[in-house]
T-cell receptor, first 111, second 112 residues
Framework: DADVTQTPRNRITKTGKRIMLECSQT?????MYWYRQDPGLGLRLIYY???????NKGEISDGYSVSRQAQAKFSLSLESAIPNQTALYFC??????????FGQGTRLTVV | GEDVEQSLFLSVREGDSSVINCTYT??????LYWYKQEPGAGLQLLTY?????DMKQDQRLTVLLNKKDKHLSLRIADTQTGDSAIYFC????????????FGKGTTLSVSS
């Protein structure tokens, strides 16, 4: 089983729809992150969480919300999707200060 | 603010060495990382270096860190076509390594 699992892997949704991307991890780490990747822009941090009661905004949090349901689960929601939220989304978890483990990504298209 | 800069493209011939450069801004970064992303895949950690080191070697990979200039480089010896990918430099930024801040990525193209 993968250390970090993202669902769905691909999703097409319409403008204005609410959508949730889910992430679960089996590493037992406290820290979890959501990033989006756009061509030529690298990975930009959306939200991060240090534990269930700790949620922090990243560089580009506008238009997104998150929920840390348990240590192992961290979901990202787009309340009203818009086309410029079309991107590849990555969830990651990190323990200590060394390696971050990434999911395989969710490719989201907003039409 | 925090920013990590990389050149966007590098093209080399198979068998040559590749050097990918990166500059970062957070002098308190404890660790600096190189990640690799192959087409259609997630990110794979290649190597990392602790900020009190100036060099780390791991098989074909050599990482050099110049902390004074906030400059990090990744050298790949004997580059192969399988090394073609996007390479991301990242720093752990913020108190206690809050989050990884990534550069925009360098696309390495290896021709045979």
């Amino acid at each position: 089983d993968a250390d970090v699992t993202q669902t769905p892997r691909n999703r097409i949704t319409k403008t204005g729809k609410r959508i949730m991307l889910e992430c679960s991890q089996t590493k037992g780490h406290d820290r979890m992150y959501w990033y989006r990747q756009d061509p030529g822009l690298g990975l930009r941090l959306i939200y991060y969480s240090f534990d269930v009661k700790d949620i922090n905004k990243g560089e580009i949090s506008d238009g997104y919300s998150v929920s840390r349901q348990a240590q192992a689960k961290f979901s990202l929601s787009l309340e009203s999707a818009i086309p410029n939220q079309t991107a590849l989304y990555f969830c990651a978890t990190m323990g200590g200060n060394t390696e971050a483990f990434f999911g395989q990504g969710t490719r989201l298209t907003v039409v | 603010g925090e920013d990590v800069e990389q050149s966007l493209f590098l093209s080399v011939r198979e068998g040559d060495s590749s050097v990918i450069n990166c500059t970062y801004t957070d002098s308190s970064s404890t660790y600096l990382y190189w990640y690799k992303q192959e087409p259609g895949a997630g990110l794979q950690l290649l190597t990392y270096i602790f900020s009190n080191m100036d060099m780390k070697q791991d098989q074909r990979l050599t990482v050099l860190l110049n902390k004074k200039d906030k400059h990090l480089s990744l050298r790949i010896a004997d580059t192969q076509t399988g090394d073609s990918a996007i390479y991301f430099c990242a720093e752990s930024s913020g108190q206690a390594g809050t989050a990884l801040i990534f550069g925009k990525g360098t696309t390495l193209s290896v021709s045979s």
